[in-house]
């Protein structure tokens, strides 16, 4: 048995202490400020397997199927729902450039369609469907709620042995060569320290500091936090938008209706470059323009009333791809996740804590496709389509 430290407590890094876990690992998890304070708990809820190349297709296609059997291995309601991404196209080039998405989804098992308006209008009834010529739509992808995920994960996690802190503030390392040998953290004001075998740096936005803190350059692994902002109405019935509907060529302006309370999340490329890593206020222009945008999808929000706004990190690298992989001979990496780290957290915890344990993994994640050295060496990616 090793002793590994996760770093971070969003879905990342708690998932991953519950897979350690189960591996028969012995795991110190670390979280500077309360379970899901980062980018997590503000999350669209949002879960598809509709990405436009191959390494991240497979990836999800696996997620969405740890998804399906979540509830029943964590024993707990996380309100998972296969209600479907609804992408639609307002120009031929648009139809077209589904259609070859489609073929690269279908091609790896991901049930993907091109549907008309008609078909449309059934499955979200309070679409407006003139402005859009056809939709992408796979019945698969969907939702779940990120509270009851996370701490789902947490509680199996804690109860094989994850010794869980929060307000616990990782501050440095001790390495011996390449190899972190301890974990230098700050709680109540103390410095305490533990030896360790391995660490995952799991802090997404603030992982470039993580890395600096393990001697290596702060940009190594390029992140930057950008601030992403939702809106929420009031409850609206059910079934009205259940699945996540975006037009991409509308600024990738979305909505989707909570699984449980019923109202209308509505998000939109309108984005910022943090300030700072404790900038998340909203702000008002994001108001404006996402309304302008969700009013034109499903007309009746008009007359919802907004209940809720707020703000969080989409911590992106330059491909908008995450980095996962190993950055020293016992320190890791999974962090720069964009809009789309909640709905890989399944496979990409597991992926990770074999990697970790076992030095390999069974689950189709293309190592050399998510390397944390590729910046370094120059070698971007085709960028991920963004939103959650
Ligand atoms: P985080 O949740 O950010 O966790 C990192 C943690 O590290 C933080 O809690 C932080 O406090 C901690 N930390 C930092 N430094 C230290 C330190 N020194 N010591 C200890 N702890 C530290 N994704 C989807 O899949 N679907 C969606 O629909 C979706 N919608 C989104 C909508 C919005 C508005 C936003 C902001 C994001 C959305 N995302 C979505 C993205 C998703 O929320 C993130 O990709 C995901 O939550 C990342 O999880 P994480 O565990 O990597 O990071």
New binding site residues.
């Given amino acids: 048995m090793s002793k590994i430290a996760v770093?971070?407590?969003?879905?990342?890094?708690?998932?991953t202490a519950y897979e350690l876990a189960k591996l028969g690992e012995e795991v110190i998890l670390?979280?500077?400020?309360?379970?899901?304070?980062?980018?997590?708990?503000?999350?669209?809820?949002?879960?598809?397997a509709q990405f436009t190349d191959e390494a991240n297709i497979r990836l999800m296609k696996h997620s969405v199927e740890r998804w399906e059997k979540l509830e029943e291995e964590l024993e707990s309601d996380i309100v998972f729902r296969q209600t479907g991404y609804l992408f639609l196209a307002t120009s031929e080039e648009e139809v077209e450039a589904f259609k070859a998405n489609i073929k690269l989804q279908n091609k790896f098992g991901v049930p993907t369609r091109l549907i008309d308006m008609d078909e449309a209008k059934e499955i979200a009834p309070i679409l407006n469907t003139e402005p859009f010529l056809a939709g992408a739509w796979n019945p698969k992808d969907g939702?779940a709620n990120?509270f009851k995920t996370l701490f789902a994960y947490l509680f199996r996690a804690k109860g094989l042995g994850v010794d869980a802190r929060e307000h616990?503030?990782?501050?440095g390392f001790e390495r011996e060569g390449n190899a972190i040998t301890t974990v230098k953290?700050r709680y109540n004001g103390r410095i305490e320290r533990v030896r360790v075998d391995a660490v995952l740096n799991?802090?997404?936005?603030?992982?470039p500091?993580?890395n600096e803190?393990a001697g290596l350059k702060r940009n190594l692994v390029p992140i930057t936090a950008y601030?992403?902002?939702?809106v929420k109405t009031e409850p609206l019935e059910p079934g009205q938008a259940e699945p996540?509907i975006c037009p991409p060529s509308w600024n990738d302006a979305y909505i989707?209706q909570d699984g449980e309370d019923g109202g209308i999340i509505c998000?939109a490329g309108i984005e910022h470059k943090a300030r700072s890593?404790n900038d998340v206020e909203p702000t008002y222009d994001f108001l404006r323009g996402v309304l302008d945008y969700a009013v034109r999808i499903a007309p009746p929000l008009r007359y919802a009333h907004i209940v809720r706004q707020?703000?969080?990190?989409?911590?992106k690298t330059p491909d908008s791809n995450?980095a996962m992989g190993k950055l020293l001979d016992n320190f890791y990496i999974?962090?720069?996740?964009?809009?789309?780290?909640?709905?890989?957290?399944p496979a990409v915890a597991q992926a990770m804590a074999e990697l970790i344990s076992k030095g390999r993994s069974k689950v189709p994640l293309d190592w050399e496709w998510y390397d944390p050295y590729r910046f370094e060496r120059g070698e971007l990616r085709t960028s991920a389509f963004q939103?959650?």
């Fill in positions: 770093i971070g407590g969003g879905i990342i890094g708690v998932a670390l979280e500077k400020n309360y379970f899901g304070s980062g980018s997590t708990f503000r999350c669209a809820t949002g879960i598809r939702k990120p616990t503030e990782v501050v953290f799991a802090a997404n936005a603030w992982a500091l993580i803190m601030k992403h902002q939702l996540l989707i998000g890593l707020w703000a969080g990190f989409y911590a995450p999974a962090a720069g996740f964009s809009g789309h780290g909640f709905m890989m957290a939103i959650g």
